[in-house]
């Protein structure tokens, strides 16, 4: 998912830097490339996340998130819990499988009872063909994957931040709403009841912090409008 917007003189730090933070969570949320590992166990990543939070001007406390994994390991954890399922035979004589998906799915619709699969994505779907965005052809996934909607928040953000601050930061905060906020909430509480998470249940925290603080500092700014 990608677009370009202009950067005007005037351009809104805050917002600008609440995009980026988007975008790192949305980077941190992938597979894990060696990149991101360097800079996970080398503490960069930390900082850089850091140092984005201070220039948002949210309350946020940033937890300590680093990695004493080496690549392969970090690889195989993010695998463990986002991307393989559990299979277990019930009955060898008639070859019964029990399968389930992963134990922290990345996907809004797993944690959406009150809505179907298709209701959520054909609203992802309009929400990003309103701004003339498209999923990736080369790397396709549902459209209410974890990182296209940080993404998407990250480009609304950006939007604020340089043509069209209300009526951006009005569309996020609906977003958050509709659909991030549910996807947050949904991983952090996930990610707390799972053993062995390492860098990844303080990246969830952080990523629920960002969602919520940013979603009520949204709505206290519309509130007094």
Same mark, same amino acid.
Request: glycine share 6%; aromatic share 8%; with cysteine.
């Given at each position: 998912?990608?677009?370009?917007?202009?950067?005007?003189?005037?351009?809104?730090?805050? $917002?600008?830097?609440?995009?980026?933070?988007?975008?790192?969570?949305?980077?941190?949320?992938?597979?894990? *490339? +060696?990149?991101?590992? @360097?800079?996970?166990?080398?503490?960069?990543?930390?900082? @850089?996340?850091?140092?984005?939070?201070?220039?948002?001007?949210?309350?946020?406390?940033?937890?300590?998130?680093?990695?004493?994994?080496?690549?392969?390991?970090?690889?195989?954890?993010?695998?463990?819990?986002? +991307?393989?399922?559990?299979? =277990?035979?019930?009955?060898?004589?008639?070859?019964?499988?029990?399968?389930?998906?992963?134990?922290?799915?990345?996907?809004?619709?797993?944690?959406?009872?009150?809505?179907?699969?298709?209701?959520?994505?054909?609203?992802?779907?309009?929400?990003?063909?309103?701004?003339?965005?498209?999923?990736?052809? +080369?790397?396709?996934?549902?459209?209410?994957?974890?990182?296209?909607?940080? +993404?998407?928040?990250?480009?609304?953000?950006?939007? =604020?931040? $340089? /043509?069209?601050? @209300? &009526?951006? $930061?009005?569309?996020? !905060? *609906?977003?958050?709403?509709?659909?991030?906020?549910?996807?947050?909430?949904? /991983?952090?509480?996930?990610?707390?009841?799972?053993?062995?998470?390492?860098?990844?249940?303080?990246?969830? =925290?952080?990523? @629920?912090?960002?969602?919520?603080?940013?979603? &009520?500092? !949204?709505? %206290?700014? %519309?509130?007094?409008?």
């Amino acid at each position: 998912m990608a677009a370009t917007v202009d950067a005007p003189d005037d351009l809104d730090l805050d $917002a600008a830097a609440r995009a980026t933070l988007y975008r790192a969570l949305a980077h941190a949320f992938q597979y894990p *490339d +060696e990149a991101f590992h @360097e800079a996970a166990a080398s503490g960069a990543l930390e900082t @850089e996340l850091g140092a984005c939070i201070d220039r948002t001007g949210l309350d946020i406390d940033l937890p300590s998130i680093g990695t004493d994994d080496d690549y392969e390991t970090l690889a195989a954890r993010y695998n463990d819990i986002f +991307e393989l399922g559990y299979s =277990e035979y019930t009955d060898r004589t008639d070859g019964s499988l029990d399968a389930q998906g992963p134990p922290v799915p990345l996907y809004e619709s797993k944690y959406r009872p009150d809505r179907s699969w298709n209701d959520v994505n054909l609203d992802l779907a309009r929400a990003y063909q309103f701004y003339g965005l498209e999923i990736d052809q +080369e790397d396709r996934d549902n459209h209410d994957a974890l990182s296209y909607e940080l +993404e998407f928040a990250a480009f609304l953000a950006r939007r =604020e931040a $340089a /043509v069209d601050g @209300e &009526n951006a $930061a009005a569309a996020r !905060l *609906d977003f958050h709403d509709r659909h991030l906020g549910h996807l947050a909430a949904g /991983v952090a509480d996930r990610l707390a009841d799972e053993p062995g998470t390492d860098i990844y249940g303080p990246l969830a =925290e952080l990523l @629920e912090a960002v969602v919520r603080a940013d979603r &009520n500092d !949204l709505a %206290e700014r %519309e509130a007094e409008q």
